[in-house]
T-cell receptor, first 115, second 116 residues
């Protein structure tokens, strides 16, 4: 079946602007994750949803970052007042809660560039 | 908090040669361990995972990894590398319970170059 999809694949914005990044998880997957990957680094955990609620948002760097998953499927990561340091690839993953050896499957990412 | 170290930033091997990518982790309990591969412009693809049981795990594309608790290591191996294996490889440890691994912590990656 279809994998995790993310839109847009690339986003260029100006410092101070607001951006939204979208993630469509694998159909039926109940858990959804956001990670951020800076150049030359491994992905860093941002937030994790079980269904509609954020079960762990300990990785969000500050209150400019916010994510929602209103219907328990698609999620949107929102960044307010973007800064140049927000430039990175934002990765989304999904998994099936309760599955033995639960595994996260990743999307291709959204490359965000803040000028 | 858990952490992952991949000591080798870049490795170059000749096609057909054997490969070993190193991964060391720090975690207070039994870790859940993963290797992912990332090709340019692509997302992360799972190669293999360890949750429990047999410490030698087999993955896709001919890769295997061995969990060594005494050394806190989970090194990735392949007996004969193909040119298509050139990519960046990430080791990750998961914090969780009941057979789950919710928050993954990744290493900084090892870039593999394959010479013809």
């Amino acid at each position: 079946g279809a994998g995790v999809s993310q839109t847009p694949s690339n986003k260029v914005t100006e410092k101070g602007k607001y951006v939204e990044l979208r993630c469509d998880p694998i159909s039926g997957h109940t858990a959804l994750y956001w990670y951020r990957q800076s150049l030359g680094q491994g992905p860093e955990f941002l937030i994790y949803f079980q269904g509609t609620g954020a079960a762990d948002d300990s990785g969000l760097p500050n209150d400019r970052f916010f994510a929602v998953r209103p219907e328990g499927s698609v999620s949107t990561l929102k960044i307010q007042r973007t800064e140049r340091g927000d430039s990175a690839v934002y990765l989304c993953a999904s998994s099936l809660l309760g599955q033995r050896q639960e595994t996260q499957y990743f999307g291709p990412g959204t490359r965000l560039l803040v000028l | 908090a858990q952490s992952v170290t991949q000591p080798d930033i870049h490795i170059t091997v000749s096609e057909g040669a054997s490969l070993e990518l190193r991964c060391n982790y720090s975690y207070g309990a039994t870790p859940y361990l993963f290797w992912y591969v990332q090709s340019p412009g692509q997302g992360l693809q799972l190669l293999l995972k360890y949750f429990s049981g047999d410490t030698l795990v087999q993955g896709i594309k001919g890769f295997e990894a061995e969990f060594k608790r005494s050394q806190s290591s989970f090194n990735l191996r392949k007996p004969s590398v193909h040119w298509s294996d050139a990519a960046e490889y990430f080791c990750a440890v998961g914090a969780g319970s009941s057979g789950s691994a919710r928050q993954l912590t990744f290493g900084s990656g090892t870039q593999l170059t394959v010479l013809p």
